[in-house]
């Protein structure tokens, strides 16, 4: 299974863009980069998910690096709700698809 | 919608002991995919099932199981308890199953305790 690295923990302030970087210079074509967060005392929650493009959702951009060993989640106003970890996740279909979550960043926010 | 429902929330047994933890999918639902969290190891992959079928597993022994019911709700049991069974455990409910791009919806998970 590929793995991902991240950093253990960042930090941001409150209204400031945030940038999550995570390095996957072992993923195979057929793996699509996928974001998880984890609030405190809840189960993961889905952030947003990419192949070869820059992917928007309405929580979060997801910038891919041209030779797609590395990816940016980019949150763009950081609240003190983002506070979470974060997990990048290489999901290959072909393989069953299954969910391998790295230790993941733990993004505080300041106001 | 409802979301999915993991019961029981917070649970405590003894070394030796069985047990056995709930997970109702959101409505529709098909997937259903069971993981352990830990201090040590983090988030990991038990097994997922899809439509009353075991169709990818991860590497845990035998003591641990599941199955699926027809109206999709999913069950997990451990057995002969250890100590390093204590965990959260999480289940996630797909519309399709994890061989696809589909996003998972997490419960908020059961907390084992082992003494």
């Known amino acids: 299974d590929a793995k991902t690295t991240q950093p253990n923990s960042m930090e941001s302030n409150e209204e400031e863009p945030v940038h999550l970087p995570c390095n996957h210079s072992t993923i195979s074509g057929t793996d699509y980069i996928h974001w998880y967060r984890q609030l405190p005392s809840q189960g993961p929650e889905y952030v947003i998910h990419?192949?070869?493009s820059n992917v928007n959702n309405r929580m979060a951009s997801l910038a891919i690096a041209e030779d797609r060993k590395s990816s940016t989640l980019i949150l763009h106003r950081a609240t003190l709700r983002d506070a979470a970890v974060y997990y990048c996740i290489l999901k290959n279909d072909n393989q069953g698809g299954k969910l391998i979550f790295g230790q993941g960043t733990e993004l505080s926010v300041k106001p | 919608k409802a979301g999915v429902t993991q019961t029981p929330r917070y649970l405590i047994k003894t070394r030796g002991q069985q047990v056995t933890l709930s997970c109702s999918p959101i409505?529709?639902?098909?997937?259903v995919s069971w993981y352990q969290q830990t201090p040590g190891q983090g988030l990991q992959f038990l097994f997922e099932?899809?439509?009353?079928?075991?169709?990818n597993k991860g590497n845990f022994p035998g003591r641990f199981s599941g199955r699926q019911f027809s109206n999709s709700r999913s069950e997990m049991n451990v057995s002969t308890l250890e100590l390093g069974d204590s965990a959260l455990y999480l289940c996630?409910?797909?519309?399709?199953?994890?061989?696809?791009?589909?996003?998972?919806?997490f419960g908020e998970g059961s907390r084992l305790t082992v003494l």
């Open positions: 996630a409910s797909g519309s399709m199953g994890l061989a696809t791009r589909g996003e998972l919806f």
């Open positions: 409505s529709g639902h098909r997937s």
């Open positions: 990419g192949l070869t």
């Open positions: 099932y899809f439509s009353e079928t075991q169709r």
